[in-house]
RNA sequence: GGCGCGUUCGUCUAGAGGCUUAGGACGCUGCCCUCUCAAGGCAGAGAUCACGGGUUCGAAUCCCGUACGCGCUACCA
């Protein structure tokens, strides 16, 4: 019987990084647990030691914690059926193991590294699957109660009957079907004495009291496997979903090799989690709808496995940058600032003090123009510096024979306002047009190169008001200056 | 090679036999708005639904075959 309240885990084995493809398998299983008020499990599946890394574990859990994917049980954080790191868990392994040989569903093999390439080559040669072809199976009690004694090399290998079918169910794909005498006599425990992959996860999946296993596509293939474990155990299923993979833009499956496929990389180049995690989520899975932003806890309310999709995804930013700007817009400007103080304090302009009522201006009026909040510094610098140097296309088509003229005429009506509001701004340069029979265009366009060195931007008289006077008029005045057709 | 899985605009996708002249989003083009750039609105280009058979009055949707792609095929996970 499945629980009433779904267990599911994320099982990474600690490479160092967290994939975004781990991240899209830890956020369907994070919101399949949600939204069914299971649990989400974190377990490390370190059972590769030739493959440690330092610190693994840390990036791990910190780039998970930052994605905002709380785990209710896991490593550091505990829980009612751990160790959750499977290099604690050894003794485990090895009770389970013992008992399958005891049922004789597996068996000890001391079959050199060696012999083993060797029929493999053979196998191949011949255009056979390669399989281990059961030597030690054969052997009898006393030969391998001696090799035992005389602490020889071995390994446990899983005892597979052959010509049976092994059929399971997957909510993505249906029904799977493989014949039996294409499984390999998969090793169960190496001769480290560490457990492999596929005892290892079967064994805790049980003694979790996982529910469903859902995990990339990489892994149907050696479904069969886990579920003749489960069987011969006499452990029940548990329910599998096989996630679609993501692709390289080759339709291979994703790799660091053709672009960053770390999610601490997506972080440093200043991606919202928001938008990662909505990215993500889309690729290969839809509520069956039109909708396509969404925040963590509408995916929650709308995920379903039923709904996730069959085939892989190719990982393209396209959609992720349009994704954070669009997240980045609808961010209370509460939210904003301290974001912003945090990339200005790792700027050139770190030295510089600006007060919040300032910045607020500031994130007022770029919020529609910009992708990043690194944007904000990169695409208005002039709100934190005056420009050094004039856009030459801008001043091409912008700065007219008058504009000096004019902008000094400018300059000496602004110089007599008083803490000018917008409107000021705004109702003297019209006037000053006018008084030279000019529309306020002729005005407006060079006095924003003047100001902001470029041709785009925020309205005007919202640059000039968060600016102010003082810096408003400095900056017309080396404008008429230094600007020459 | 063997086994498995997949295949709808460039990309992500909707589609559960008649609602489909295949819908949306990103990107692209144009227009509107406008002091500019964005945002927003509108419009457009872009998919013979991999191909071939079949089932059916009717198929992107069901079945079979083929092709192509991918995954797995380790004492890695």
Request: glycine residues 6%.
């Amino acid at each position: 019987m499945i629980s009433e309240f779904p267990r599911v885990r994320f099982a990474p084995s600690p490479t160092g990084y967290l994939h975004v493809g781990g991240l899209r398998t830890a956020l369907y299983n994070y919101l399949f647990a949600k939204n069914n008020n299971g649990s989400f499990i974190l377990r490390i599946e370190d059972t590769d030691r030739n493959r440690y890394v330092e610190g693994a574990v840390e990036n791990l859990i910190q780039a998970l914690r930052w994605a905002g994917l709380e785990f209710d049980e896991g490593p550091s954080k505990g829980g009612e059926f751990g160790p959750y790191m499977q290099s604690e868990r050894l003794d485990i392994y090895k009770k389970y193991a013992d008992e399958l040989i005891e049922k004789k569903k597996a068996y000890y093999c001391f079959c050199s590294a060696e012999r083993l390439t060797q029929i493999r080559d053979e196998q191949q040669k011949q255009g056979f699957q390669s399989k281990y072809d059961k030597h030690c199976l054969h052997l009898s009690e006393n030969e391998i109660k001696q090799k035992l004694e005389n602490n020889e090399p071995r390994v446990i290998r899983m005892n597979v009957e052959p010509n049976i079918k092994v059929v399971f169910d997957d909510i993505v794909r249906g029904a799977v079907e493989f014949d039996s005498s294409v499984i390999d006599d998969q090793i169960l425990i190496k001769s480290d004495q560490y457990p492999t992959y596929h005892l290892a996860n079967v064994v805790d999946d049980h003694l979790m009291k996982i529910t469903h296993v859902i995990r990339g596509e990489e892994w149907l293939s050696s479904a069969p496997k886990h579920v003749i474990l489960y069987d011969a155990l006499g452990w029940e299923r548990p329910v599998f979903s096989h996630l679609p993979l993501l692709l390289n833009a080759d339709r291979s499956k994703l790799s660091k090799r053709q672009g960053d496929v770390s999610v601490e990389d997506y972080r440093a180049k200043g991606y919202l989690k928001e938008a990662l995690l909505n990215f993500v989520v889309l690729l290969g899975w839809n509520a069956g709808d039109d909708k396509e932003f969404y925040y963590l806890n509408e995916m929650i309310e709308s995920f379903s496995l039923e709904k996730v999709n069959k085939s892989g995804a190719i990982f393209s930013l396209g959609k992720l940058n349009s994704l954070n700007a669009e997240h980045l817009r609808k961010k209370p400007d509460a939210e904003l600032l301290p974001m912003l103080k945090e990339e200005l304090a790792q700027s050139r302009y770190k030295d510089f003090l600006f007060d919040e009522d300032y910045l607020l201006k500031v994130i007022e009026a770029m919020k529609e123009r910009v992708s990043f909040v690194k944007d904000y510094i990169e695409k208005s610098p002039y709100f934190f510096e005056a420009p050094l140097e004039y856009e030459e296309e801008t001043v091409k088509k912008r700065w007219k024979e008058d504009s000096a003229t004019l902008l000094k005429k400018l300059v000496s009506e602004y110089d007599k306002l008083e803490n000018p509001s917008k409107e000021d701004y705004e109702n003297i340069l019209k006037k000053t047009a006018e008084e030279h029979g000019t529309g306020a265009a002729r005005l407006i366009h060079p006095v924003r190169l003047a100001v902001s060195g470029m041709g785009g931007g925020p309205g005007l008289f919202d640059i000039l008001y968060i600016i102010g006077k003082k810096e408003t008029i400095k900056r017309l005045n080396r404008a008429i200056e230094n600007i020459r057709i």
